[in-house]
């Protein structure tokens, strides 16, 4: 008796993987084509969106049975995509961090090539050294405030774009951006 309730547990168990692996397969086909050009429309390349694509499906297969249908399935396999996009261009960005710091030029030596209005050697080093805190003071931010931050000043993206691109709405970033612009307007007057 107790064997032929586990034996049905299994069929059962098998049927309802059988049937999540039919229901992945479709929506799979169905899905493609979408995951793999917003792939390709953010990297602008075939081969790695080809990859990044396999991938996004790799882990939709393995996370398959966790999916709750909170949100539609294309929802969730681009959710999946994005996060593989993000990691992808944070490695790259750390790849080149890692190699600037190895070819690195003297911070004192590059704030010399840098445009400055004022006329005298004084003011060019006091404006220098207002650069530096503003960098010290970006990088006592949080991680998501630094990005923001840096997504908007240094990369010159719209509050749009910013959400987007950490996958925030845009209230979030404005109000990220906000602390971010408090917090280093206060660590530049303590200085």
């Known amino acids: 008796m107790k064997q032929t309730r586990i034996q049905a547990k299994r069929d059962g168990e098998g049927v309802r993987l059988s049937l999540a692996a039919q229901r992945l397969s479709t929506i799979a086909e169905t899905h493609r084509p979408q995951i793999f050009r917003f792939l390709l429309a953010s990297l602008r390349d075939a081969d790695l969106a080809e990859t990044l694509t396999q991938d996004c499906f790799l882990r939709a297969s393995r996370n398959w049975l966790s999916f709750r249908d909170e949100s539609s399935a294309m929802t969730w396999l681009m959710r999946i995509a994005i996060n593989l996009q993000k990691d992808y261009w944070r490695n790259r960005r ?3 961090w890692r190699q600037t710091r190895i070819q690195a ?13 004022e006329r005298s050697p004084e003011d060019q080093v006091l404006a220098r050294e207002r650069v530096g805190k503003v960098w010290m003071a970006v990088d006592c931010l949080s991680e998501r405030q630094r ?6 000043f240094v990369e010159e993206m719209e509050l749009s774009e ?3 691109a950490a996958g925030l709405k845009v209230g979030a970033v404005k109000s ?3 602390r971010a612009l408090l917090n280093v307007r206060a660590a530049m007057r303590t200085e």
Do not use: C, K, Y
């Open 176 to 178: 990220h951006l906000s």
């Open 147 to 152: 990005t923001v931050f840096l997504l908007r």
């Open 94 to 96: 750390m790849q080149f």
């Open 162 to 164: 910013i959400a987007q």
């Open 105 to 117: 030029v003297d911070v004192n030596e590059a704030s010399e090539w840098l445009p400055s209005g």
